[in-house]
């Protein structure tokens, strides 16, 4: 009873809930038949001083602990990210990267922290590409690690908004990576189908007896809780720079990798301001550049030509609408790419109501027309991509976070720094490397390109909706599909993120939930698509309302079935 009041976020208030509620996702962990009891149907959670969603129970849980204890939803976030970093240690953490977008309550304004950094200086592009032996493989490994960024996006963000002390933010994820976690089906799943790949002192963290840990087993990780540590007592600059960032180094000079000391010593969040456009008298704003969010705008510029709300939701003619305008998005993605300093896209044309009049002029009502752009052979995922992770947090204040961040793939390179417990990503994984020097190549020194959605919706001025979801490319797919869910079919949080959604994966897949029936797909199918059944992201969102005074006072959230996260209000 306890653990399905906690899943619809209330009655968080005293201290034997909070302690219930730990034992009962420990419990739920340990429970790896069990099936995901969340959908549609179950409602969003509901909180009446603060929200939060994340990935996985443990994080959400640690969030909440954080503002109960007087923190806001910046300390909320980094907290939140330090645990994940523990608790999804295949997703993200210290050897990752991401972008956070958030709205300052105090001052109204919207700002973008984005610790995705540069490559590092001694990359050579050319081990990605044929005719270098192994060139497909080097993609995948020690080669492939970009320069880091998130301890300093954690630090900057506690810096510059928190209230507790950096120290409190991280000894729940010390915490648990001491005294180790009862892990799940999904976490056993993802280290089973990884472990052979791991090095010998991985496999001694993620196994036993020679064997990967398997679903009800306790992952224990000290060496990763001696980062943590360091990383409390010193700083972002243990890693970046300190003990950690040498570790890390000569890790990289005997893997193979270009990862240097000094470009981790370069490596720094940046703060930019956010890229939004209209959408149905709402204002939408994502991440700029070198982030490529901009193109999940586009998709809903494209499709705010259409009265989306009469063509039902979900419907052959509405699916088919949206799958025809992810492909012109994805053309345009391909065709302007760039960062903020060598060659940025036109996003003044790119994102203007004449444009996306043209673009959905295109859009034939009765036939499937192949992508314009020929994409490159760089091989990419099979959309099936949870290899990153998204929460959401939101205070009574009405300060909002929304933060997507990664390793790339699962455990990034299978490159775990020894004594460190640190994965490195393998973000170059992404690049497209035909033909050389183009503007999604790994060009050293160069800011990588991102394909982070996570969003901001503004009704009034103040937020109302914070989403986002992983899926690798089919990211800025999914979260314009979730917002025209709430928007355009008026569905809450919760239903909008769990309602079955669609992506365009090259070169020619319509992937799908199962959810859309069978007939929709066979109608589709007929249209031309090459409908393809997939799983599609793991997506975290919340809403916030407010009095007449505009202070916030209630919030709703919502979790994905898709994955094993939960949304819980205070």
């Known amino acids: 009873m306890v653990r399905h009041l906690l899943q619809r976020g209330r009655g968080l208030v005293c201290g034997f809930l909070l302690a219930t509620s730990l034992l009962g996702m420990l419990a739920a962990a340990a429970e790896p038949d069990k099936p995901n009891e969340r959908s549609a149907a179950t409602g969003p959670a509901v909180g009446t001083r603060g929200m939060i969603s994340s990935a996985h129970p443990l994080a959400t849980q640690v969030g909440l602990d954080i503002l109960q204890a007087g923190g806001n939803a910046f300390d909320a976030a980094v907290a939140v990210a330090a645990t994940l970093n523990v608790v999804e240690p295949m997703m993200s953490g210290m050897g990752g990267f991401g972008v956070t977008l958030l709205y300052d309550a105090k001052k109204g304004t919207i700002r973008c922290l984005d610790s995705s950094g540069r490559f590092p200086a001694a990359t050579d592009a050319d081990v990605f590409r044929a005719p270098t032996p192994h060139y497909l493989e080097n993609r995948k490994g020690a080669k492939a690690v970009s320069t880091p960024g998130n301890a300093n996006q954690w630090e900057t963000l506690a810096k510059e908004y928190g209230?507790?002390?950096w120290a409190r933010l991280l000894a729940p994820a010390i915490k648990l990576s001491e005294d180790g976690f009862v892990i799940s089906a999904n976490t056993a799943k993802h280290i089973q189908s990884e472990f052979p790949a791991f090095p010998e002192h991985a496999k001694s963290i993620y196994g036993k007896d020679g064997k990967p840990l398997q679903a009800g087993d306790r992952l224990v990780q000290k060496d990763l809780a001696r980062s943590l540590r360091l990383l409390s007592a010193q700083g972002a600059k243990a890693l970046h720079g300190g003990e950690l960032g040498e570790a890390i180094d000569k890790a990289m000079r005997e893997a193979g990798g270009f990862l240097r000391l000094d470009d981790l010593k370069r490596n720094q969040a940046e703060w930019w301001d956010s890229v939004s456009i209209e959408y149905r008298g709402y204002k939408v704003a994502v991440p700029p550049l070198p982030n490529n969010a901009?193109?999940?705008?586009y998709r809903l510029?494209?499709?705010?030509?259409?009265?989306v709300g009469k063509l039902g939701h979900n419907s052959p003619v509405h699916l088919h609408t949206y799958a025809e305008a992810t492909k012109l998005a994805y053309t345009a993605r391909l065709q302007y790419a760039g960062d903020r300093d060598h060659n940025p896209p036109p996003l003044d044309r790119l994102l203007s109501g004449t444009y996306w009049a043209l673009e959905a002029a295109q859009i034939k009502p009765n036939k499937s027309l192949p992508l314009q752009t020929l994409p490159s052979p760089s091989p990419k995922g099979s959309g099936e991509e949870e290899y990153t992770t998204h929460f959401v947090v939101a205070d009574s204040q009405g300060n909002v976070v929304t933060s997507t961040q990664t390793l790339g793939m699962l455990f990034g390179s299978k490159v775990l720094v020894p004594g460190t417990g640190i994965w490195l990503n393998n973000s170059m994984q992404y690049c497209t490397f035909e033909p050389k020097g183009n503007p999604m190549d790994a060009i050293p020194g160069r800011r990588k390109l991102a394909g982070f959605c996570p969003m901001l919706v503004m009704r009034d001025g103040k937020p109302w909706i914070a989403i986002g979801s992983p899926g690798g490319h089919t990211i800025v797919q999914t979260v314009p599909q979730m917002v025209m869910n709430m928007i355009d079919f008026r569905m809450d949080i919760q239903q909008a993120i769990a309602a079955p959604r669609l992506s365009f994966i090259e070169p020619d897949i319509i992937a799908m939930d199962e959810g859309v029936p069978q007939s929709t797909r066979e109608a589709l199918t007929a249209l031309g698509h090459n409908?393809?059944?997939?799983?599609?992201?793991?997506?975290?969102?919340?809403?916030?309302?407010?009095?007449?005074?505009g202070r916030p006072e209630r919030f709703t959230g919502g979790s994905d079935p898709r994955g094993e996260g939960m949304a819980m209000g205070r």
């Open 163 to 165: 209230k507790l002390s």
């Open 301 to 307: 510029g494209i499709m705010s030509r259409f009265d």
């Open 294 to 297: 901009w193109n999940g705008l």
């Open 531 to 549: 409908v393809q059944v997939r799983r599609l992201g793991n997506a975290h969102g919340l809403t916030v309302e407010y009095d007449k005074q």
